[in-house]
């Protein structure tokens, strides 16, 4: 069973900035596609962004362009999230996934990670 653990949340003022970690133990995360996905109080599980095996295709979701950046160090074995420019609404529960299958943002992964929460507020 593949398994991604995450790390990095917490509370941040609004416009401030947090970075995201997805880090596997027992496979290589590079032989996966990775996506992030986040789940606010009451609403649905969202997508945020995705990356490719390769790290070469990088997709978001338009509430986030501009500000999120996804990335790959297959040194580390870990996915970062660089989430800038945060606002309130970005507030949820993060979630790393893992699965075999090409980058999309529908939250239908294979391998779910247990979340970390972000919180902005001021």
């Known amino acids: 069973q593949v398994q991604v653990v995450e790390s990095g949340g917490g509370l941040v003022q609004p416009g401030g900035s947090l970075r995201l970690s997805c880090a596997a133990s027992r496979f290589t995360l590079n032989s996966y596609t990775i996506g992030w996905f986040r789940q606010a109080p009451g609403k649905e599980r969202e997508g945020v962004s995705c990356i490719s095996k390769t790290g070469v295709g990088t997709y978001y979701a338009d509430s986030v362009k501009g500000r999120f950046t996804i990335s790959r160090d297959n040194a580390k074995n870990t996915v970062y999230l660089q989430m800038n420019s945060l606002k309130p609404e970005d507030t949820a529960v993060y979630y790393c996934?893992?699965?075999?299958?090409?980058?999309?943002?529908?939250?239908?992964?294979?391998?779910w990670g247990q979340g970390t929460q972000v919180t902005v507020s001021s």
């Open positions: 996934a893992a699965d075999f299958f090409g980058c999309r943002l529908r939250p239908d992964f294979r391998s």
